[in-house]
């Protein structure tokens, strides 16, 4: 690999080492290996299902969590694009048609364009560009204009905003984008005991003045309104994290003899998640949303799972004490054992293998680890990565959240395993990331990289490979502490297209 003094200038700049330069090549070349799966995670089987008297249990413990002073933040991936969500608008107003085709998306959008929340914002818009309204627009069969006006910049500009800041739906007091009802959820669920809400926002860096000129707007009227005082975080994934890109041939892809990097994914936010300075985070992807008169099952289930990892903490925390004051029996070390299993699946070789004082640190390792609980939804067609258990590089077993790309699927066996999969991951988990002492663990410590994947992208015409790091719920923490808990479908509402807001779930 020959580089330019050029080159090692921009990797200092950036943070990136040589030998980190070398190992992104070199995995081009060897690719990822797959995941040997045992099974997919199933009810009573990586999966638990909790009882109602278990539920109101979880949310008592994290009433009494937050009414004790625990600290707790909520973590929104915010950077996205919202490019994705207009692809169909997109392939119109480019392609050839006048009008859209009968049946399509954008006819069903055109249909019910008066229940799209930002419909008095694109009426406001056409009049200023085209001096008439959207209905006399669409009376006169100008489709095309009414949908170029979403996306393009001379009118909403919602395909090139990031999704956070679309609006999403009306409320009793105007209309409401994903970080508002992000804000309103995290005052109903996440309220330290001195009346704070702690959220934190990643951003793209093209977009975190918007953001500040949405929050400077919209968050003392929250505030007043919920009686809390919100501080809002953000950052930006570190230039550290980008990777490399290389061409066909494996070589360094070069513009302008410039290597060129790339956002590592999503990944890529375990370092800005390294930096949160809490006890508890909640993760939640920006546009899993609703409005204020549907919010009840999420709030609940935001508290059933955030108490139930307490309890499960609680647990951790006496054993490590345990284990520390040496005060254990034989008998106290297969109890913990067994609270593995039963309660994140693990399994070990180890566990039969050691005994004593060697099963004890053994076991002590395995508990002082940063832990998540996941909300798991039954599948209903919705896409999403999928819970499984996995074996690990020792011969252990624990659950994991993984996409197909890790998957090996010219294998009859891990086909069978996809097929009878009965959940997927919402993106919607809480996590400890303190020791039972309280000192932050170094989440980094934690990934496992030989998760990430390799796709293939084109820059000006170009094909170009690039390398994505473990996902963030994915391989970047594959060696934490994980616990699958059943919830239900009410509480999974993304808008991964416009089509999405017309769903009754996103309707006032």
């Known amino acids: 690999m020959n580089l330019t003094n050029d080159d090692l200038l921009t990797l200092e700049q950036r943070g990136i080492t040589t030998e980190q330069l070398q190992q992104q090549v070199d995995r081009f070349k060897t690719g990822f290996p797959y995941l ?15 009882t109602q008297y ?17 600290s707790v933040c909520k973590f929104v991936p915010a950077s996205g694009a919202a490019s994705r969500m207009f692809k169909a608008l997109f392939a119109f107003v480019d392609g050839e048609e006048a009008h859209p085709a009968e049946g399509s998306d954008v006819a069903r959008l055109i249909k019910d364009i008066h229940k799209l929340a930002f419909f008095n914002e694109l009426n406001e818009v056409a009049k200023n560009a085209t001096g008439k309204t959207v209905d006399e627009l669409l009376a006169d069969r100008r489709e095309k204009d009414v949908i170029a006006l979403i996306i393009r910049p001379n009118g909403l500009n919602y395909g090139n905003l990031p999704k956070g800041l679309l ?15 992000q804000l309103m959820e995290g005052a109903q669920s996440a309220c330290q005991a001195d009346g704070t809400v702690n959220m934190h926002l990643t951003v793209s860096g093209a977009h975190r003045q918007a953001f500040e000129a949405k929050l400077a707007e919209v968050k003392e009227g929250i505030e007043k309104r919920m009686g809390v005082k919100i501080n809002v975080g953000m950052s930006e994934q570190k230039p550290s994290t980008d990777t490399v890109a290389v061409d066909e041939s494996n070589e360094l892809f070069r513009e302008d003899g410039k290597i060129v990097f790339r956002p590592g994914g999503h990944g890529a936010l375990i370092q800005n998640l390294n930096d949160i300075n809490a006890e508890v985070v909640f993760i939640k992807n920006i546009d899993n949303v609703v409005p204020d008169s549907l919010r009840e099952p999420t709030l609940k289930y935001k508290k059933v799972i955030a108490g139930y990892m307490i309890e499960l903490h609680d647990k951790v925390a006496h054993y490590i004490n345990l284990i520390d004051r040496s005060d254990y029996t034989e008998a106290d070390l297969q109890e913990i054992c067994q609270f593995l299993r ?17 099963l004890a640190d053994y076991l002590r390792s395995m508990l ?19 819970p499984y258990i996995v074996y690990n ?9 993984l996409e197909s790309t890790q998957i090996d699927l010219s294998k009859d066996e891990n086909k069978e395993m996809m097929a009878k999969a009965t959940h997927f991951n919402p993106v919607d988990l809480v996590c400890y990331i303190t020791d039972v002492k309280g000192h932050k663990f170094n989440l980094p410590d934690y990934v496992d990289p030989q998760t990430g994947f390799i796709s293939s992208k084109s820059l000006h015409g170009r094909s170009l490979k690039a390398l994505e790091l473990p996902g963030l719920w994915n391989g970047a923490m594959s060696n934490w502490l994980t616990a699958f808990v059943q919830v239900p479908i009410e509480t999974f509402n993304p808008v991964k297209t416009v089509n999405d807001l017309l769903r009754p779930q996103h309707q006032y």
């Open 54 to 70: 278990q539920e109101s249990q979880a949310i008592a413990r994290w009433d009494k969590y937050l009414a004790d002073g625990g």
């Open 36 to 50: 040997k799966l045992y099974n997919s995670a199933r009810p009573g089987e990586g999966i638990t299902e909790l």
């Open 167 to 181: 609006t999403f739906h009306r409320a009793d007091n105007g209309v409401r984008t994903p970080v508002e009802e």
């Open 368 to 386: 002082n680890r940063p832990m998540r609980v996941c909300g798991m939804v039954r599948n209903e067609g919705e896409p999403g990565g999928g």
């Open 342 to 358: 039963e309660k994140f699946a693990v399994e070990s070789p180890s566990f039969t293998a050691l005994k004593g004082e060697d």
């Open 393 to 401: 590089a020792d011969g252990s077993r624990s659950l994991q959240i």
